[in-house]
């Protein structure tokens, strides 16, 4: 399994958008207002809050447990990371892995720094990593000799064989949170009464009416083009395939449950701020299920058939292995959930639940268009992301923690969003806020 595990990390390559600094830009500025970031007035007037952490920071990953990400990745952005740590003495049971087991920080913990290779990120050019200011656990001090989250991952850049690694500067932050909205925010947010399954609400009185979502009673998924140009909010899960959208200034889709898309995410229009942004109050799983056809294995020499024997695989599932089946799963803990195989197996049982209406979902390699699929304009927020895709992602990732794919692609920070608002009726507080 540890296998694996280095080859989700060596997987991710991570680019940003003219190395983060543009002119007048200094990561020291990152939130200083303790607010909740820029704000844009909507049709009715009423302001609504943004966010100026991508703005001012332009980070390709938010993520706080980038156990299986950071080993052997290539790096051209900024990032944000806190390892687990909650702060105030509240959840930090697994901060830098310290649950299940204190000896899982340096293997297989996804929020400690699992086979001690955060010194193996290659930063080509020097960068920005951002950290809350943390005290390290007593164990953690005998074992490292470090004292702080900051002076451990500087210890490990200073131990790193790229120049740029080596170059690369730690900010601690008094605060670093990266989380995600739960289904109460949602609510709230979007006064949601008990009987709505969906609302629409549009950036301007001129915007595309809603269109290309179909409501199947227990879950939502796309029925033709997306229009959509502002804020929708579903009761999901929701399915998407080779989803097409039609935006001007981006559509901003809120669920409640999780997400699965599986295929391509493109535009049909070129206008400069078309975006997709989805947040989900459990998680994003891209390309993720069966990895067989009958008895017959998508592809022969994937860990999912090779090591389909092995206790951390489940049999013909890439899905069943990410959420429910990989021995690292106990580490898996996120702030709604005290249990990571309960709120794995609850995620499997809204596919399950898809599957009913929809007959079985693929995996990515099981798929026509493949594994090889790239994505851009893109923000996904969760507290779980997955993905077995292998093309180049644009964007940002914000999650508690994420699996990627085995193979050789990058994630780079998206331009397009320096100029969009990202989620402008959710708090940053709920999900990305940095705070000097």
């Not at 702030?335 to 709120?343: G, I, K, V, Y």
């Amino acid at each position: 399994m540890k296998k694996l595990m280095v080859g989700f990390g060596i997987a991710i390559l991570v680019v940003s958008f003219q190395n983060c600094q543009r002119s007048g830009f200094n990561v020291t500025d990152a939130s200083s207002n303790n607010g909740s970031g820029n704000a844009s007035a909507d049709a009715s007037g009423v302001e609504t809050p943004g966010n100026d952490v991508l703005f001012k920071l332009e980070p390709a990953l938010a993520i706080r447990g980038m156990g299986c990400i950071q080993c052997h990745a290539k790096v051209e952005s900024n990032i944000l990371t806190d390892f687990g740590y909650q702060g105030n003495g509240a959840g930090k049971d697994y901060f830098f892995s310290q649950a299940p087991e204190q000896k899982w920080w340096n293997s297989g913990g996804i929020y400690g720094d699992h086979g001690n290779n955060f010194n193996t990120m290659e930063f080509p050019n020097p960068q920005s990593a951002i950290v809350p200011k943390a005290a390290l656990p007593s164990n953690l001090v005998s074992a490292t000799g470090q004292a702080t989250l900051g002076n451990y991952i500087r210890s490990q850049f200073a131990k790193s064989t790229f120049a740029g690694t080596k170059a690369t500067q730690v900010y601690e932050k008094s605060r670093v949170y990266i989380g995600a909205p739960t289904e109460g925010d949602l609510i709230a947010a979007f006064a949601l009464a008990p009987n709505e399954r969906m609302k629409y609400i549009k950036d301007k009185p001129d915007s595309v009416e809603i269109a290309g979502l179909q409501d199947r009673g227990t879950f939502f998924q796309n029925s033709s083009v997306l229009n959509c140009d502002g804020d929708v909010v579903i009761r999901g899960p929701l399915l998407l395939q080779n989803l097409q959208v039609n935006t001007r200034n981006g559509c901003r889709l809120h669920v409640i449950g999780s997400v699965f898309t599986y295929g391509t995410i493109t535009y049909t229009s070129s206008d400069d701020n078309r975006n997709l942004q989805i947040t989900s109050t459990k998680s994003i799983a891209m390309g993720l299920g069966a990895t067989n056809v009958g008895v017959t294995s998508c592809d022969p020499t994937s860990q999912y058939t090779t090591e389909v024997n092995s206790p951390s695989f489940a049999a013909g599932s890439s899905l069943l292995t990410r959420y429910r089946d990989m021995w690292t799963v106990p580490s898996f803990y996120v702030r709604q959930s005290t249990d990571p195989l309960a709120f794995g197996k609850s995620v499997v049982a809204e596919a399950q639940l898809i599957e009913a209406a929809t007959g079985t979902l693929y995996d990515a390699s099981c798929r026509g268009e493949g594994r090889s699929i790239s994505f851009e304009r893109l923000v996904l927020n969760a507290p779980i992301v997955h993905s077995r895709y292998q093309g180049n992602v644009s964007g940002t990732i914000i999650a508690e923690f994420a699996l990627m794919s085995l193979g050789v692609f990058k994630f780079k920070f998206d331009p397009v969003f320096i100029r969009v608002q990202l989620f402008p009726r959710l708090s940053k507080k709920i999900y990305l806020d940095v705070v000097d």
